[in-house]
């Protein structure tokens, strides 16, 4: 989805807010290359964020400012922010119509619209582009947002002194960050956070559809915790440098994680099989991003669970690939959970309303 507010080549940082945190983050052109200026994140307090909406507006502005003012690296010197949609709050679908002109599009979408948005027309923000052409059809992405829950983000940004410059759903940043325009390939992205996974599906270098399903990192901290009588603080530690390899000194952990991991890999397996269905192509790849994606060996779990289903490879995502930085500016584990962030800020070096 792309709602446009400002002129031309204006600098903009991403702002990223999703499960338990925002994360904000602004690139800049360095000579001929893209360098980055400066990021910041921020954990929100327990409750504070509820069914991917603020709750205490007053309290997220606040700490919003404070992140902009004083970033953990660099400086965020614009006010203007390309901004995520949460995936849970967005409709995104591939459909096929009549080939025909832009104009005659126009009117044409909306009615296709109707029949996967289960909202009425009118109370949706919607946005649509031609992805490609197939004999007498043409691929149209269409992504539409609830106009209720939109207005009021907004409100909540602009309170806090943002100029929103436009929104976007986070699978369109996650594909930008991840895959290369000209990719030719199927690839199954994973977006893990704290309290959700969304499953991207990407074909010839265009988003085709995505999936939100209620499992997230939270859910591998808690087992962990539950199990080992530790704290959230410790538990996270542990399934981050331990992970899915029982050790003796924690020899349970993959027992422990497994009914929540089985869930995930059905919820894969369910995905691969409903792309089988809509299209001839074979997903070659699935790559893992989000903080929660760096539970220690969770690659070569879903690459053995997965096999049989034709997936030739699982690995991590290289969130600055797309950029040509050589060295990332954090640590590679830290960048996991950026990916979002680096995507929307990708799009806001010298910002264009097209």
């Known amino acids: 989805m792309s709602l446009h507010f400002m002129p031309e080549n204006l600098p903009a940082f991403g702002l990223d807010l999703s499960g338990n945190s925002f994360k904000v983050m602004q690139l800049h052109n360095k000579g001929k290359k893209i360098a980055l200026k400066g990021y910041a994140e921020a954990v929100l307090p327990k409750g504070m964020m509820v069914n991917d909406a603020v709750t205490d507006a007053k309290t997220f502005q606040f700490m919003l400012k404070q992140a902009l003012n004083k970033p953990q690296f660099g400086k965020i010197d614009t006010n203007y922010a390309i901004v995520s949609l949460p995936e849970s709050k967005s409709f995104v679908r591939v459909v096929q119509i009549p080939l025909m002109s832009e104009a005659e599009a126009e ?76 990719s030719q390939e199927t690839v199954l992205i994973i977006d893990m956070n704290t309290h959700r996974t969304s499953l991207i599906m990407v074909e010839n270098g265009s988003l085709q559809f995505t999936s939100t399903i209620p499992i997230g990192g939270g859910s591998f901290t808690e087992s962990i915790a539950r199990s080992l009588g530790v704290s959230s603080i410790k538990a996270e530690e542990i399934k981050v440098k331990v992970g899915l390899a029982n050790t003796a000194e924690y020899p349970n952990i993959r027992t422990q994680l497994l009914p929540a991991l089985t869930n995930l890999s059905a919820e894969i397996r369910n995905i691969l099989k409903f792309h089988s269905e809509h299209s001839e192509k074979q997903v070659s790849r699935i790559v893992l991003a989000g903080g929660s994606s760096r539970l220690k060996n969770l690659a070569e779990f879903l690459s053995a669970q997965l096999q049989d289903a034709g997936v030739q490879r699982v690995g991590l995502a290289e969130p600055w690939q797309n950029l040509g930085m050589a060295q990332p500016p954090m640590d590679p584990e830290e960048s996991l959970g950026y990916v979002t962030a680096i995507g929307l800020a990708m799009r806001g070096v010298n910002y264009k309303v097209f």
Request: aromatic share 8%; proline share 8%.
């Open 107 to 182: 009117s044409a979408v909306p009615f296709e619209a109707e029949s996967f948005i289960p909202l009425p027309i009118d109370q949706v923000y919607m946005d649509w582009q031609k992805i490609g052409i197939s004999g007498d059809k043409m691929d149209i992405l269409m992504i539409a947002s609830p106009k209720e829950f939109v207005d009021k983000y907004l409100e909540v940004l602009e309170k806090a002194g943002i100029t929103p410059a436009a929104l976007e759903v986070e699978s369109q940043s996650c594909h930008r960050a991840l895959i290369p325009s000209e």
